[in-house]
């Protein structure tokens, strides 16, 4: 009987923690090349088939006009990411500016991307909800 409890309770916390992992945000992000996807602040994402990661280490700074305001200027956002690419690793700024998609190249690849959320006066951000929509192409 107590064999029977234990084992029943190894297998629930086995089967649960793929689940408590990802919602932890231990989960890496996968994908492949012209694939679209979102990688949030901290988080990694590996571009399948490619030896490339790109992990989005955080938003250094935001200076995007907010929704329901009006600005001179669009503003822009900077987020500070780390390339690995074949063993090598780079430090890099995206600046997005404004809303529209950004692009940048980098070795053999071109990197799409998209600030998110956009701000909206009166309301903050907090750095774990920023994410990023990249697609990865040649």
């Known amino acids: ?3 029977t409890l234990i084992l029943s309770g190894l297998l629930v916390v086995i089967l649960l923690l793929p689940v408590v992992s990802a919602a932890c945000g231990f989960a890496q992000v996968t994908a492949a090349l012209n694939e679209q996807f979102m990688l949030y602040a901290g988080k990694t994402a590996v571009i399948t088939g490619e030896s490339l990661k790109i ?3 955080e938003v250094t700074a935001d200076s995007r006009c907010p929704y329901g305001t009006e600005c ?3 503003g822009e ?3 500070l990411m780390l390339i690995n690419y074949s063993n090598s690793q780079s430090s890099l700024t995206f600046t997005q500016q404004g809303t529209d998609d950004n692009t940048i190249d980098f070795n053999i690849f071109k990197i799409t991307y998209q ?3 956009y ?3 009166g309301d903050g951000i907090a750095a774990e909800d920023y994410r990023l ?3 990865v192409t040649r």
Do not use: N, S
């Open 1 to 3: 009987m107590k064999t």
């Open 77 to 79: 956002a900077q987020c």
């Open 72 to 74: 001179i200027q669009a």
């Open 115 to 117: 600030l998110q959320p």
């Open 133 to 135: 929509k990249m697609t």
């Open 55 to 57: 992990k989005f280490v």
């Open 119 to 121: 701000p909206v006066y």
